[in-house]
């Protein structure tokens, strides 16, 4: 059966600190590891909400990727995607919390910077309804980013729909580079889903509203949504722009909430939601992201997020 949604990047298990303002430079206790990556919590996102979800990357064959791998197959993830590499060890990410909400990161690749063409299986493309790239996946390495090109074009082949998060991390891309990476991906998006600071960064434009408008002029048919923490989230098209009001919770752990937001909009529209309809959703799995420690934990299954939903009307 065809895939609805396919990703591909960075497979990952996350070690992070217990507590508040414990630097990653001195010594202090980790828990972990957790199953992570973006590209594949965005892929268990969709997967809980119902989607036939995929995501390619690349595992060592070790007790990290044992982990990950068990995961996917819990949530029903199809690991066909998934390489194992018997001479590379699983990527970790290292992560502290600030008191401010901000995270500091020591990333340990391995395997999950090794993305090369020979794992764009075309059975995974075939009929596939919807492609989603981040641009975090975009910014590990030049070998990578041309991979992700040939995906691309495999996915625009297919018919599908073409989606793009660009998740600047400046300490993997400096911004300019990143501007230049990423214009051929925003220029086959018909979803971008940005926050404000990025869409400013990557437009290079004065104030929003530009940004906004040059993105719809290139291509009048797109959508484009603004991500914008606890206060929810903003929708653009060629009808106009639309605030969409986010949900109040207790934020523990704010990892994955893009993800978790993307994979909810994208799941939306596939069932043939409203634009405002999908970014309901996908505030209230983006907001229930942060609601638990671990990269994967906060992302809900459909019951579990109608229940979040109806108690919150
Ligand atoms: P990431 O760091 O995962 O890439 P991001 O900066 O791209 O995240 P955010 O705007 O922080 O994206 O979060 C995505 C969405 O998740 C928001 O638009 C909102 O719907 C939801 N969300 C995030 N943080 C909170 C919060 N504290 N309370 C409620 N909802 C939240
Ligand atoms: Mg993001």
Known sequence: MPLDILTIGEALVEVMRTDIDQPLNEPAPFVGP???????IFA?????????????????????GDCLLQQLEADGVLT????????????????AYKADGS????????AGGCISGD??????????????????TLSISADGLGVCHEAM??????????????????????????????APFIAASDVILPTEAELLQLTSASALNKAID?????????????????????????????DVLGYTVDEIDPTGAGDCFDAAFLTGLLEGK???????????????????KGPMAGAKARIDVERFVQSHR
């Not at 957790?34 to 594949?40: L, W």
């Not at 066909?80 to 992560?95: I, N, Y």
């Open 34 to 40: 957790y199953p992570s990556g973006a590209p594949f």
């Open 44 to 64: 268990v996102q969709a997967a809980r909400l119902g989607l036939r979800s995929a995501a390619i990357g690349s595992v060592g064959v070790d007790a990290f």
């Open 80 to 95: 066909d995607g998934l390489r194992q590499m018997p001479d590379q060890t699983t990527g970790v990410a290292f992560v």
């Open 103 to 110: 995270r500091s990161y020591v990333f340990s690749l391995g």
């Open 119 to 136: 794992m764009l299986d075309p059975a995974l493309f075939a009929e596939l309804r919807c492609f989603h790239l981040m641009g975090s």
């Open 153 to 182: 074009q495999m996915a625009v082949d297919a018919g599908a729909l073409i989606s793009f998060d660009p998740n600047l991390r400046p300490e993997l891309l400096a911004p300019d580079a990143a501007r230049k990476a990423f």
């Open 214 to 242: 040059t993105l719809l002029e290139e291509r009048p048919d797109r959508v484009i949504v603004v991500t914008r923490g606890a206060a929810g989230c903003s929708v653009y098209s060629e009808c106009g722009g639309l």
């Open 274 to 292: 409203t634009t405002l309809e999908a970014a309901q959703l996908a505030n209230a799995c983006g907001a229930l992201a942060v609601t638990e």
